[in-house]
């Protein structure tokens, strides 16, 4: 009897153990977020609202996990005069200048036709794991599912770098 009890209790703290140890994808997600911020990226989950897609009354409210680079070129003028956009992976009726299946959150008709084709490019080449893109003064970010690896942030830094540049 007093076996019983003795194995009892040490399985008891095995599961306790085992139940606060990190699973294997909150592993992966913690290794890929310090290669982010190596990368010079801010890494942040958010609750993001889209715009109302097609067929839907209400829109929702989505936790989603924003991969940020800050944006340390611009001078105080340029800053308050920023044109601030916010693109979305829905189907929604604010899509003027994109593609299909991508939408408007934020700046509509704000980006002239260099800056359309530049970020029309941009949309082409994004994962499908990438729900949105938003920049202002402070960053430029992709709101994205990390179902990728570490490499895929080399990739989207690169994909990134022409919006820091040209400040848009």
Same mark, same amino acid.
């Given at each position: 009897?007093? /076996? ?10 095995l599961g ?12 992966? =997600? ?13 890494v ?12 839907q ?25 920023f044109?601030? /956009? ?15 299946? /991508?939408?408007?959150?934020?700046g509509?008709?704000? =980006? ?6 530049? =970020?029309n490019?941009?949309?082409? !080449?994004l994962?499908?794991?990438?729900a ?5 003064p ?5 709101? /994205?599912? !990390?179902?990728?690896? !570490? ?6 830094k ?11």
């Amino acid at each position: 009897m007093k /076996w019983a009890i003795i194995v009892l209790i040490m399985m008891s703290l095995l599961g306790s153990m085992m139940w606060v140890m990190p699973s294997p994808r909150q592993r992966f =997600l913690a290794k890929l977020r310090q290669q982010a911020s190596r990368l010079g990226f801010q890494v942040q989950i958010v609750r993001m609202t889209p715009p109302r897609a097609a067929g839907q009354v209400k829109p929702e409210v989505l936790a989603a996990t924003a991969y940020r680079l800050p944006r340390y070129n611009l001078e105080k003028k340029h800053r308050e005069n920023f044109t601030e /956009w916010q693109i979305f992976r829905q189907t929604a009726v604010a899509n003027e200048g994109l593609p299909e299946s /991508w939408c408007w959150g934020a700046g509509e008709r704000l =980006l002239n036709e260099k800056q359309l084709e530049i =970020l029309n490019t941009l949309i082409s !080449e994004l994962p499908d794991g990438v729900a949105s893109v938003e920049s202002t003064p402070v960053h430029i970010s992709l709101y /994205w599912d !990390e179902k990728g690896d !570490e490499t895929t942030l080399g990739y989207f830094k690169e994909l990134l770098q022409p919006f820091i540049d040209q400040q848009f």
